[in-house]
């Protein structure tokens, strides 16, 4: 079964630090890999995803992330952060063989002091 | 893209009684899940809605006290039935359209509060 290890569970950063949240999966065969960002008091939404091809996927709002075969991960960087990237930041990884589901890190709490 | 509507988006509800949720979908898609996301804590899976026939659950959860419908491609119902305190949260439905090779989308939730 898929499993993700998010390393951090709150990150406090003062605006324009650089950003870097681990995330780890755990599954042998091919994934897909996600990083969704929930801004406080709004749903889920999507700000990058990594199917194939360049390991390293640029997202909204200059969010990047790169995929390691090797290290089974997929980091979330940010060159230089602001206060409104103050959210609550979930890695995932699909199998394209368990019929889509999608399975979630446990979440990192990003903190953004102006 | 899709967007995923739910109802009710909050309700609080007393012990013992039952809820449905309703998750509408504006165009057809492939799977359809349930989530819970309890207060602070991250996303567990509950199901996936299956067309037509049986939800698929995950561990830990079981059908008599989630019952999920889902009738066609774009609409799927949650119960969480005889609730107990420990059944507040946000559930939150989750659809992966057509093509969209597994991007998922999520509706607002709806917040349990069970007293």
């Known amino acids: 079964a898929q499993s993700v290890s998010q390393h951090n569970h709150h990150v406090i950063l003062s605006e324009a630090a650089s950003l870097e949240l681990g995330c780890n999966y755990s599954?042998?065969?091919?994934?897909?890999l996600f990083w969704y960002v929930q801004y406080p008091g709004q749903h889920l939404q999507l700000l990058l995803k990594?199917?194939?091809?360049?390991?390293l996927v640029k997202g909204i709002k200059g969010f990047e992330a790169e995929f390691i075969k090797s290290k089974f991960s997929f980091n979330l960087r940010k060159p230089s952060v602001q206060w409104s990237d103050t959210a609550e930041y979930f890695c995932?990884?699909?199998?394209?063989?368990?019929?889509?589901?999608?399975?979630f890190g446990s979440g990192t709490r990003l903190s953004i002091r102006p | 893209s899709a967007v995923i509507s739910q109802k009710p988006s909050r309700d609080i509800c007393q012990r013992g009684t039952s809820l449905t949720i309703q998750c509408q979908v504006d165009s057809q898609v492939t799977m359809m899940f349930w989530y819970r996301q309890q207060p602070g804590q991250s996303l567990t899976l509950i199901a996936t809605?299956?067309?037509?026939?049986?939800?698929?659950?995950e561990s830990g959860f079981v059908i008599d006290k989630f019952p999920i419908s889902r009738p066609n491609l774009t609409f799927s119902t949650l119960t969480v039935s005889n609730m107990s305190p420990e059944d507040s949260s946000i559930y939150l439905c989750?659809?992966?359209?057509?093509?969209?090779?597994?991007?998922?989308?999520f509706g607002q939730g709806t917040r349990l509060t069970v007293v």
């Open positions: 995932a990884v699909n199998a394209p063989s368990s019929a889509s589901k999608i399975i």
């Open positions: 990594y199917f194939s091809g360049d390991p």
């Open positions: 989750s659809a992966v359209p057509r093509g969209s090779n597994t991007e998922a989308f």
């Open positions: 809605a299956n067309q037509g026939s049986e939800a698929t659950y």
């Open positions: 599954y042998g065969g091919t994934v897909n």
